[in-house]
DNA sequence: TATTAATATACAAATATATAAATATTATGC
DNA sequence: GCATAATATTTATATATTTGTATATTAATA
């Protein structure tokens, strides 16, 4: 799938995915949800030091985008990697930006 | 390289980057820049059919950034990507957009 | 040197995003 | 139903980005 071949709706939902995951909090939490792990806002924002809604927030931006998904299961809402090789893109990226 | 390794400036660096290539225009000029290509100002903004200051100013925020880089010839500038394995991040992101 | 081509920058208006604090919603267990 | 825990949303303020238009810079050439 070459990009020219994409629709301008579609160019736009990669800018917007992208644009989702292109914000420092926003890694960090991808950089959690690595090999599959599915955590809750609560585990989140404990492991990041960051508010609970700030947390919330910044899951809720991944989710929409289409970065994330979600699973609640009682009090607790899950969230994990819509598709796994997106840590891909934090490879590239960690590698170009030590370089 | 973990992310987790990641100083907070490496990961704003990081953040900085991708937010360079999250918009539509930017994405299209990255397709443009695949395979080594190296283009100037004119050819970008008549391929794309946006205006010259336009190109010249996303052309600027992918360089600074890190993405891209330019040489100057007479009167052009010539922009090529600064790492070639970048184009593997739009490969991930198209994927993961139309499915 | 004057003209033209190619590129880059400055400015302003509209839009979008980030952040924190407060409040609301959803679900559990008593 | 009430209290509590876990999430989610709202609101307001500050900041940043995008876009177009105009202008400035840089380089070649007549």
Redesign the pocket.
């Known amino acids: 799938m070459k990009f020219s071949e994409l629709t301008p709706e579609q160019l736009d939902q990669a800018a917007n995915m992208l ?1 989702a995951i292109a ?1 420092p ?1 926003r890694i960090s939490i991808l950089n959690c949800l690595e090999d599959g792990k599915k955590l ?3 585990e989140i924002h404990s492991t990041l030091k960051i ?4 947390a ?2 910044h ?3 991944l989710k929409d985008k289409g970065v994330l998904n ?1 699973k ?1 299961d ?4 899950f969230y994990f990697l819509k598709h796994e090789n997106l840590t891909s893109i934090l490879d590239c990226v960690s590698k170009c930006s030590c370089s």
Do not use: Y
């Open positions: 644009k914000h909090v809750t806002v609560s508010e609970q809604a700030t919330s927030h899951l809720g931006i979600s609640r009682g009090k607790n809402t």
